[in-house]
């Protein structure tokens, strides 16, 4: 029994993340699918609402609005809408300086979350495609429009770009969940291509408003929206060519903090949209679902099994001491990154094996959170 606990726990920790892309690409290799979305004649371009959540954001929330009025998009098309949840500091002020430039403001007193400030704005806006944003991330100039391009396809009801992270004024060195980050991107393109992509990045994805269903307060909205517009028959895809930039948390601690309260929601929208799982009805998309996001959930679990079943069989030598070498090897390196320079050569050979150990510290936790009972529903900014 303990080998086959062995054989299964590093089965399900190779296929949650290289297994599962790996399987996607042999079947795009083999289905030979066209461009994950298609051009439909006479599509005319649609008008935008871009909506920037925003609380206590008066450092950023300027230089915010600038870079949206700057993208390459009709101007006659775009709403720009900076929406402030209870904001105490001088981000409304601010953001009521560009008024005169059809920039709209919506206020909500009382610190109700940013789900809830959604439900509340997104009926008002009035443009065709709505897109959400924050206050903290920069849109590629030619962000917009790539975003948008696949509405053309009446098959797609979202469109999620991809942020790159980084630190300094420009963005230039990769941040801490970088190589996580290109492996989502990589696996949501496959994605694409095979139907839908699970989920949006919450920086910049867009919507067809009429699809929007108002959320509970506590529901994580770039995961909970596609959820609900997958249930209404339509599906996701990834555009590559739209990308924001935005700055990492700026220390370990603070990204393993938004890692659980991200998670911990995350968990709590699965179990709440736990229909999507059902095969006979989603098809492909519950298989997606479940290999993406569950399998990856329990991961935590299957490394704790796993050292577990290899401590108890290394007596036995061969493949179970190799197996037991390996992963005090691969913890010890994770350690080591922790404790070093992120400048030095070392830190950056051993830098995949620290963001593996804190992203499923942090899926352990959340984990524990959610057992508990405990909810997010507000989100405060990173100190920068």
Known sequence: M???????????????????????????RFARPGRHFRSEPGTKTPSVSMIISAYNEESVIGG??????????????????????????????????????????????????KTACLNGAVPLTVGQIVVFSDANSNYEIGALRALVQPFQDSTVGFVTGWTRYGSGADLATTSTLGLYSRLELMTKELESNLGSCIGADGAIFAIRKELYVPLMDRDINDLVIPFSINIQGYRGV??????????????????????????????????????????????????????????????????????????????????????????????????????????????????PARTFVLVNMAIGVAWVKYFQGETYTTWSPTKR
């Open 238 to 351: 990834l555009q590559r060519e739209a990308i924001c930039y935005e700055k990492d948390a700026g220390s370990a601690k603070a990204e393993f903090h938004r890692q659980v309260r991200i998670t911990s929601r995350t968990i709590r929208a699965i179990i709440n949209y736990r229909q999507l799982m059902n095969p006979m009805r989603f098809r492909f998309l519950s298989l997606e679902l479940i290999s993406h996001k569950v399998c990856k959930l329990i991961v935590p679990l299957l490394l704790v099994t796993l050292f577990v079943s290899s401590l108890s069989l290394a007596e036995q030598g061969g493949m179970f001491l190799v197996s037991l070498i390996a992963q005090l090897i691969f913890y010890t390196a994770a350690l080591l990154a922790a404790c070093v320079s992120e400048a030095t050569y070392v830190s950056r050979f051993v830098e």
């Open 2 to 28: 303990t080998g086959v606990i062995f054989w299964l726990s590093l089965f399900g920790i190779l296929f949650a993340y290289i297994g599962y892309p790996v399987s996607l690409w042999l079947v795009t």
């Open 64 to 113: 915010k609005i600038e870079n949206a009025l700057a993208l390459d998009y009709p101007p006659e098309l775009l709403e720009i809408v900076v929406v402030s949840d209870g904001s105490t500091d001088k981000t409304p002020e601010i953001a009521l300086k560009f008024a005169d430039r059809g920039v709209v403001l919506r206020q909500y007193g009382g610190r109700i979350g």
